[in-house]
């Protein structure tokens, strides 16, 4: 029954490497959206996807590749992880410009 | 000037007291407003949105003035359980912008 979901919950890696953390959402929405909560929780959007159409992409390094393969899952990948992208990644639905549904976040660790 | 300015708090309060925080945004053409509330180490969760009339959900008020581009939130006779941090969210035409969020701790 839930609504938004994402896996892993937990990630812990080394420098350099590369991840993915998927979502999907069950809700029928057709706005996706990742964010990013660091150390000091202020979150901010990263990127936004409309019926699989990037329609934001925020100020991010391009390590940062969002894919959605249809309107209910968008998926993160990150290549190269850095110390700074230790941080919370949350990923929300909405139909536009509503109410966000978030997922349970992926507390990512870099090492 | 940041989209969404909070104070960060945190606000320390007793079972029963009111609390009110505020939140001011620059975005005059923002047409839709929230407040969201996150528990520690969770997700954010819909509390209210709020409307230009003002609206009130049991314990929460929440009201806007769009002339000062502001909006507060005011919780009465105040749980244990309203321990968390409340984001002011204001709407950007296509994105939702989050304030840094008021923590709020009731003893």
């Known amino acids: 029954d839930t609504a938004v979901s994402q896996t892993p919950k937990y990630l812990v890696t080394q420098m350099g490497n590369d991840k993915s953390i998927k979502c999907e959402q069950n809700?029928?929405?057709?706005?996706m959206y990742w964010y990013k909560q660091d150390s000091k929780k202020f979150l901010k959007i990263m990127f936004s996807?409309?019926?699989?159409?990037?329609?934001i992409n925020e100020t991010v390094p391009n390590r940062f590749s969002p894919k959605s393969p249809d309107k209910a899952h968008l998926n993160l990948h990150i290549n190269s992880l850095e110390l700074g992208d230790s941080a919370v990644y949350f990923c929300?639905?909405?139909?536009?410009?509503?109410?966000?549904?978030f997922g349970p976040g992926t507390r990512l660790t870099v090492l | 000037r940041k989209e969404v300015e909070q104070d960060p708090g945190p606000f320390n309060v007793p079972e029963g007291a009111t609390v009110a925080f505020n939140c001011t945004y620059s975005n005059s053409a923002s047409q839709s407003f929230f407040w969201y509330r996150q528990d520690c180490r969770k997700e954010p969760k819909l509390l209210m949105s709020v409307y230009s009339s003002g609206n009130e959900d049991g314990r929460f008020t929440a009201q806007l003035n769009r002339a000062s581009q502001y909006i507060s939130l005011l919780i009465r006779d105040s749980k244990l359980s309203d321990s968390a941090t409340y984001l002011c969210?204001?709407?950007?035409?296509?994105?939702?912008?989050f304030g840094k969020g008021t923590s709020l701790l009731v003893t």
């Open positions: 929300a639905s909405s139909r536009l410009a509503d109410e966000q549904f």
């Open positions: 969210v204001v709407d950007s035409g296509y994105a939702l912008n």
């Open positions: 996807y409309n019926n699989k159409e990037l329609i």
């Open positions: 809700l029928g929405h057709d706005t």
